[in-house]
T-cell receptor, first 111, second 111 residues
Framework: DAGVTQSPTHLIKTRGQQVTLRCSPK?????VSWYQQALGQGPQFIFQ???????QRGNFPDRFSGHQFPNYSSELNVNALLLGDSALYLC??????????FGDGTRLSIL | GQNIDQPTEMTATEGAIVQINCTYQTSGFNGLFWYQQHAGEAPTFLSYNVLDGLEEKGRFSSFLSRSKGYSYLLLKELQMKDSASYLC????????????FGAGTRLFVKA
């Protein structure tokens, strides 16, 4: 039984570019949440998807957008990348209010 | 708004007991999680408290007092491998759950 899988594991972009990160939830989970984790900080909630709709959103600008597909997988898109967007991006899946299971993350570096 | 506070760093000795505290202020409280995160890895679930009291799971126990907005994680018989960051996270909301993480407590276990 595969857990949460994220791709790619590492990514390097330059300022102004756009990036798409992907996440497949753990089997049986229907809810996907995305987090940004800067070095030495706790994960910061970006948004949550359920039934292909954004259900909750954290304090992130509109440059951050997402999508959930019918198979529950999800994408995180970030436009007009800034140096400050360099971070570990974590995807977590869950069902109802049960504990979230995290993927290994995508480390994004902006040059 | 929401605010989660936990100590930045703690140091303890192998074989000892350590208590990591977490205080929170949030509306729509629906439960509290503790996660462990080793450097460079994804957070892994440790415990979940939704009612007041103590939850014990092997060497790890977690306590919650909703009226005081307070939780602690107790680690017994510390091992070197317990050196990690410990994240306190509050789940809030209805009809869509948002998990808010604290900045984490870095625990150093010394011989």
């Amino acid at each position: 039984d595969a857990g949460v899988t994220q791709s790619p594991t590492h990514l390097i972009k330059t300022r102004g570019q756009q990036v798409t990160l992907r996440c497949s939830p753990k089997s049986g989970h229907d809810t996907v949440s995305w987090y940004q984790q800067a070095l030495g900080q706790g994960p910061q909630f970006i948004f949550q998807y359920y039934e292909e709709e954004e259900r909750q959103r954290g304090n992130f600008p509109d440059r951050f957008s997402g999508h959930q597909f019918p198979n529950y997988s999800s994408e995180l898109n970030v436009n007009a990348l800034l140096l400050g967007d360099s971070a570990l991006y974590l995807c977590a899946s869950s069902s109802n209010d049960q504990p979230q299971h995290f993927g290994d993350g995508t480390r994004l570096s902006i040059l | 708004g929401q605010n989660i506070d936990q100590p930045t760093e703690m140091t303890a000795t192998e074989g000892a007991i350590v208590q990591i505290n977490c205080t929170y202020q949030t509306s729509g409280f629906n439960g509290l999680f503790w996660y462990q995160q080793h450097a460079g890895e994804a957070p892994t679930f440790l415990s979940y408290n939704v009612l007041d009291g103590l939850e014990e799971k092997g060497r790890f126990s977690s306590f919650l007092s909703r009226s005081k907005g307070y939780s602690y994680l107790l680690l017994k018989e510390l091992q070197m491998k317990d050196s990690a960051s410990y994240l306190c996270a509050v789940i809030r909301g209805t009809g869509g759950f948002k998990t808010i993480f604290g900045a984490g407590t870095r625990l150093f276990v010394k011989a």
